[in-house]
Nanobody, 128 residues
Framework: QVQLLESGGGLVQAGGSLRLSCAAS????????MGWFRQVPGKEREIVAS????????YYEDSVKGRFTISRDNAKNTVYLQMNSLKNEDTAVYYCAANTRSLSGAYLYIGSNDFNYWGQGTQVTVSS
């Protein structure tokens, strides 16, 4: 069983920055592909960014490219999402997710069905 605990959400003005963190349990974190998703009421959960276990590969949804950066510190079992130049449309509940099925740190996943563990979510609200 893997537990994921997000932190760092909050209220920020448009143009501002936030950094989300997700601390994971487990002894083989460097093999976990990790992802950040977001969801607003009435819409499906969507991928924001994902990163391979080794950290060598990353994916970004088009609307966040150039503004958000996903990274990880495998020594701390933590994945981060640095969010800059925030826009009103970034307002959502952000979820951390882990794929623990792979034995390799090389793989990257972008579909919500690819992830088998989820955090509880953290609210990000961007005001005008």
């Amino acid at each position: 069983q893997v537990q994921l605990l997000e932190s760092g959400g909050g209220l920020v003005q448009a143009g501002g920055s936030l950094r989300l963190s997700c601390a994971a349990s487990g002894r083989t974190f460097s093999t976990y592909a990790m992802g950040w998703f977001r969801q607003v009421p009435g819409k499906e959960r969507e991928i924001v960014a994902s990163i391979s276990g080794s950290g060598g590969r990353a994916y970004y949804e088009d609307s966040v490219k150039g503004r958000f950066t996903i990274s990880r510190d495998n020594a701390k079992n933590t994945v981060y999402l640095q969010m800059n130049s925030l826009k009103n449309e970034d307002t959502a509940v952000y979820y951390c997710a882990a794929n623990t099925r792979s034995l390799s740190g090389a793989y990257l996943y972008i579909g919500s069905n690819d992830f088998n563990y989820w955090g509880q979510g953290t609210q990000v609200t961007v005001s005008s």
